[in-house]
């Protein structure tokens, strides 16, 4: 029980992390109806920006750092919209999914290039929590309470601020928001950088904790896609909840059986989902 106890508490603080990671992804999709193939390399991008930001880079603390990890990130993700997504915003579906999948592979070409698939480690240490028989990583404390005053405050903008409010609106009826004088178009690209910006920062949170590479990304937007399926497509609430959902799987799984069949569960229920929840445990949003 101890160690079942143990388990589960360190998946629902990775569950934090993972829920914010899917609500950037969740979020494109409930504004624009574009599935963001590009949504792992902009967190192995988070990872490697807070890498050499941090102790053994620039010197700064990660979670200093990460205040200009999430800048970048918005930024990057502005700029992606306006290259590859905006022009094919209206085509069919498979028009943004190759072109985001474009923007995947040029980023992982050129961070391979550059940074080789060697794994980094961030030297950097909190200690642990210990009560009991648990002990809880203080990074992994830190990084889940970050993620949710994140995600706290991406509630707040969207539903307490003019930009927040266009955003929802250009999501519900682009047609009309413009008719009521709402930029769709810059509204779509602030969506597009806040969704990358929630992505980079949750691959810096998680590089404080686990060793990573330029393919790292990948294996986190899988989840993400699982995640997204389980809260609800284009429900950033959903995608939280279901995060915790996943973290806890993760960490009980391994209690009972090799930590090999993490993964098949986690896509056995993705597939139950779809198959009878189709819009989530948790509905789908806008």
């Known amino acids: 029980m101890d160690q079942l106890f143990a388990s589960l508490a360190d998946g629902l603080l990775l569950g934090f992390v993972y829920g914010l ?5 969740t979020l494109i999709f409930g504004v624009m109806d574009v599935i963001n193939l590009a949504h792992g390399p902009i967190i192995a991008l988070g990872m490697f920006a807070v890498f050499f930001m941090g102790p053994t880079g620039l010197g700064l603390n990660p979670y200093v750092a990460l205040v200009l990890v999430g800048g970048l990130g918005l930024v990057f993700g502005v700029i992606i919209y306006f290259i590859a997504v905006h022009r094919v915003l209206d085509a069919p579906h498979l028009s943004s999914l190759l072109a985001t999948f474009s923007v995947n592979m040029m980023i992982i070409g ?7 698939t060697t794994p980094r480690n961030m030297d950097f240490s909190l200690g642990s929590l210990s009560f009991g028989a648990i002990s809880l990583p203080y990074a992994r404390l830190v ?30 009826n682009r047609a009309a928001s413009e008719l009521m004088g709402i930029p769709s178009t810059r509204t779509l690209a602030l969506s597009f950088g806040i969704g990358s910006m929630l992505a980079s920062v949750s691959g810096a949170l ?6 990573f590479t330029i393919l790292s990304g990948g294996v986190y937007e899988l989840k993400s896609f699982v995640i997204v399926v389980l809260g609800g497509l284009g429900n950033p609430t959903g995608a939280l909840l279901g995060g915790l959902l996943l973290g806890a799987l993760e960490g009980v799984v391994p209690v009972f059986m090799p930590v090999s069949w993490v993964p098949v569960i986690e896509f056995v229920l ?12 948790f509905g789908g949003g806008r």
Request: charged share 10%; net charge positive.
């Open 21 to 25: 990671a899917a609500m950037g992804l």
């Open 110 to 116: 050129v961070g391979t290039a550059a940074f080789t």
């Open 143 to 172: 990084a889940a309470i970050i993620a949710v005053l994140v995600a706290a405050g991406l509630y707040l903008f969207l539903y307490k601020t003019q930009q927040g409010k266009g955003i929802r609106a250009v999501a519900n």
């Open 206 to 211: 998680i590089a404080t904790f686990f060793s």
């Open 270 to 281: 993705f597939v139950l989902i779809l198959m009878f929840r189709p819009k989530g445990l």
